[in-house]
T-cell receptor, first 117, second 115 residues
């Protein structure tokens, strides 16, 4: 069964450093998402991406964040200058374009745990 | 501004009994509601969903009920099994400010099914 993969599984970085979190969505999916979950809190929407551009972003997704689909398979989230409060689990998700009973279902990756020290 | 609320952070149920997980929402523009299950160290996994035009959807042991007037939905698991022990997230879909869909998640309910 196709699945969303994410690398690395755990990233430790120092405050102020740049990090890039990588995701490989399911191959025929065309909508891509990043979410984060701070420990013990809810899953928060960050950004959605379709047709090579951001289609929606939350207030969390400020100028320190950017997303890219550099090569048609990877989908990356970059944080330019990490802050302590960026420490969280980051989930990538993808969704099919096609209509169907579960076409609105998002498939999530296993997540990358980002620890900013 | 918590548009999707799961007021019970945890729930314990005996194996074989019914588990009922609740979710309340405030935005009447949500058009789909979804339930996800999450095990530790894994991403959320889709379980079941319901359109806002329906009041019930059933899939095996899982049934979701929607009460639009009360802005409330619930997930019933019957019979509950130890493997159902996980965190359950309620999510709702709505249009974002740029006209595309976005998904709002609740805070989750940790279900523990006791053998």
């Amino acid at each position: 069964e196709p699945e969303v993969t994410q690398t690395p599984s755990h990233q430790v970085t120092q405050m102020g450093q740049e990090v890039i979190l990588r995701c490989v969505p399911i191959s025929n999916h065309l909508y891509f998402y990043w979410y984060r979950q701070i420990l013990g809190q809810k899953v928060e929407f960050l950004v959605s991406f379709y047709n090579n551009e951001i289609s929606e972003k939350s207030e969390i997704f400020d100028d320190q964040f950017s997303v890219e689909r550099p090569d048609g398979s990877n989908f990356t989230l970059k944080i330019r200058s990490t802050k302590l409060e960026d420490s969280a689990m980051y989930f990538c998700a993808s969704r099919s374009l096609h209509r169907g009973p579960n076409s609105y279902e998002q498939y999530f990756g296993p997540g990358t745990r980002l620890t900013v020290t | 501004d918590q548009q999707v609320k799961q007021n019970s952070p945890s729930l314990s149920v005996q194996e074989g009994r019914i588990s009922i997980l609740n979710c309340d929402y405030t935005n009447s523009m949500f058009d789909y509601f979804l339930w996800y299950k999450k095990y530790p160290a894994e991403g959320p996994t889709f379980l079941i969903s319901i359109s806002s035009i329906k009041d019930k959807n059933e899939d095996g042991r899982f049934t979701v009920f929607l009460n639009k007037s009360a802005k409330h939905l619930s997930l019933h698991i019957v019979p509950s099994q130890p493997g159902d022990s996980a965190v359950y997230f309620c999510a709702a879909r709505t249009f974002g400010s740029s006209g595309t869909y976005k998904y709002i998640f609740g805070t989750g309910t940790r279900l523990k099914v006791l053998a």
